[in-house]
């Protein structure tokens, strides 16, 4: 069987075992990196989705741990018997935001929340 896994300069196609394990890797401490499949719950989104979890530890105790949404290969005629996760920026859909202090505000910020998120998850894919 041929092996479809793809890697590119900016992301990666992982089985869940794969990415489990990278994410593990990097987990610890008070940063905790989880990933659950989950079947759609509305019509116009994936059939199938990845939601990666990142805690996002900050300088305070904030209820601040990020979520993003990646679309799965189901398996299929590709010869994969496991759904393929599909990371790429591009496909990072956020469903879960952080909390950042700017002065005394208190304020959403997804550019940060970016930031924080997806380099340390380029890093083991």
Not at 7 to 14: K, P, Q, V, W
Not at 38 to 64: C, M, Q, R, V
Request: hydrophobic share 35%; charged share 25%.
């Amino acid at each position: 069987m041929e092996d479809i896994r793809l890697r590119t300069g900016l992301g990666s196609i992982l089985t869940r075992p794969e990415l489990e394990a990278r994410l593990r890797w990097i987990s610890g401490g008070r940063y905790e990196w989880n990933v659950r499949l989950e079947s759609a719950k509305k019509t116009h989104e994936p059939l199938l989705s990845a939601y990666i979890d990142f805690s996002n530890p900050g300088p305070i105790d904030l209820p601040n741990s990020l979520q993003y949404r990646f679309p799965v290969i189901g398996v299929g005629p590709w010869g994969n018997t496991e759904p393929l996760i599909c990371l790429h920026p591009a496909l990072a859909d956020p469903q879960r935001h952080g909390l950042y202090f700017e002065g005394e505000e208190l304020k959403c910020d997804y550019l940060e929340d970016f930031r924080r998120f997806w380099p340390r998850l380029r890093e083991v894919i």
